[in-house]
């Protein structure tokens, strides 16, 4: 089931010289309980969608549904309520200096008239969710980027949102430290049942967490899928950008000339694919370029092979490679 819904949304600015559209024709489907991450390169629209989604920034075009309501639709004093179960961390943690630990996950309970002691007593238990009960009474200027980032991840539980919406909250950590942060927001997602969306730069991040990805471009969703799919063999420009890299970097090296071949792995493939080809078939098989990860536990990417050019060989491992059944295509300069 859905929890969040984008059809044909769109943003438009208006500046001194002319209208900037940043978002154009968005269509995403975000379901309850995943962990859906939204990755492009500064400039392509992430943080107006992450503040488009929960009417922060009103869409000039499209409508934007959560649970089922059109927030186009409401009153403020709806809005106000269903942005109530939206939380929100961000990238510079968003503290209130002159305010303690506590008194910083305290503060949206605050506004929505919740007594102080059930406040309190709340907050406390939210601390000890992210581990920072030790630190109630401390200032954030007292505190690690990790430690500031827990604390705005138990206020953005304050409310009990359905949904928390992470705009490259790890951005500014390091990288102990940002393992640490999606941990947390794991664990937060799977024994509290709440919805994450990760807005982010980072591919890493997207491995680590995420169970979908959509990757924005020009104000425009390029592709989406299930990570492991998208991440094993992306469709477009951007996606062969930001997944494998600079593909076309293999070409400086310098190479005899001979065949090239692009293996896409796909999460089926975790035996020594290269070395068992060498060994069984005798051929001299070079590697020109690789990029793989794992996801889930599963190898994915590409590697650029470079064969003898000689077509006897090159027939014999094409069907080698049609009899694993390891994707493949022809690199043509």
């Known amino acids: ?131 920072l009960e030790e630190r109630a009474k401390a200032y954030p200027a007292q505190l690690s980027g990790g430690q500031k980032q827990r604390v705005a991840i138990a206020r953005a539980l304050a409310n009990d949102p359905k949904v928390i919406l992470c705009d490259e909250a790890t951005s500014a950590l390091d990288p102990k430290t940002t393992k640490q942060i999606l941990d947390l927001l794991k664990k937060i997602n799977r024994e509290m049942g709440v919805t994450v969306i990760v807005i982010t730069h980072e591919m890493k991040v997207i491995e680590a967490i995420c169970d979908r990805v959509a990757i924005i471009d020009a104000s425009h969703i390029a592709e989406c899928g299930a990570v492991s799919e998208v991440f094993s063999a992306p469709k477009t420009a951007i996606g062969k950008r930001l997944i494998l890299g600079e593909d076309k970097g293999y070409q400086q090296v310098s190479l005899p000339s001979g065949k090239k071949l692009r293996l896409v792995f796909d999460g089926n493939h975790n035996d020594p694919i290269i070395a068992v080809m060498a060994k069984q078939l005798g051929v001299l098989v070079n590697i020109v370029f ?44």
Not at 18 to 36: K, P, Q, R, Y
Not at 86 to 107: A, C, H, P
Not at 304 to 316: A, F, R, S
């Open 290 to 333: 690789a990029n793989l990860t794992e996801v889930e536990g599963r190898t994915i990417g590409q590697m650029i092979i470079e064969l003898p050019d000689d077509e006897t060989q090159y027939e014999t491992v094409i069907n080698f490679l049609k009899a694993r059944q390891v994707r493949y295509e022809e690199v043509r300069e």
């Open 1 to 131: 089931m859905s929890i969040i819904e984008l059809k044909n949304m769109g943003k438009t600015f208006s500046t001194a010289s002319g209208a900037v559209t940043a978002l154009e024709d968005i269509n995403l489907s975000i379901e309850e309980g995943e962990i859906f991450g939204i990755i492009g390169l500064s400039g392509a629209g992430k943080s107006t969608l992450v503040r488009c989604i929960n009417y922060l920034e009103v869409p000039t075009s499209g409508a934007v549904f959560f649970r089922e309501q059109n927030l186009g639709t409401l009153s403020d004093r709806d809005l106000r309520k269903a942005r109530s179960k939206m939380g929100m961390i961000f990238q510079q943690f968003n503290l209130l200096s002159q305010r303690n630990v506590l008194k910083n996950v305290t503060f949206p309970l605050e506004l929505t008239g919740t007594p102080r002691e059930e406040a309190e007593k709340k907050a406390l238990a939210l601390l000890k969710v992210v581990g």
